[in-house]
């Protein structure tokens, strides 16, 4: 009955230049934009989930940790961490931790708004 999640949303104080980070960084394209100003966006990255922009109506960004009560992140599978990574830091991303073991490497950051951003790779995925 129940197949997965549609969809991530954020509420950015900013939606157009956070929609326009997801979609120069990661290669999320638009499959939805409401038209409106200011816009809500559905991105869809290359493995097709899909991420929801939208404008934030107020309230204060806050910097959360990662273990803090809530949703605390938003994780990238990628095939190659050290490729990404490099990628990444180039494109001036600065990793507050990384973590690597024989079953995992993971690096922690924050897009422009504060969100936290995870970057995942495993030898094999979860079953």
């Known amino acids: 009955m129940f197949n997965g999640i549609e969809h991530t949303a ?4 900013d939606s157009q230049a956070l929609a326009d980070w997801y979609i ?3 290669g ?3 499959v939805y934009s409401s038209g409106t100003n200011p816009p809500v966006y559905m991105l869809k990255a290359p493995d097709g989930t899909m991420l929801e922009i939208l404008p934030a109506e107020g309230g204060q960004m806050s910097e959360y940790t990662t273990k803090q009560a809530g949703i605390r992140h938003l994780a990238f599978t990628v095939t190659d961490f050290a490729a990404a990574h490099h ?3 180039k494109r001036g991303i600065v990793f507050f931790e990384i973590r690597e073991a024989a079953t995992m490497k993971l690096g922690f950051f924050r897009d422009p708004e504060g969100n936290i951003l995870h970057l995942m790779w495993r030898p094999q995925v979860l079953d």
Do not use: Q, T, V
């Open 87 to 89: 990628y990444l830091e």
């Open 10 to 13: 954020i509420a950015a104080r």
């Open 28 to 30: 999320f394209r638009i």
């Open 24 to 26: 120069n960084l990661f």
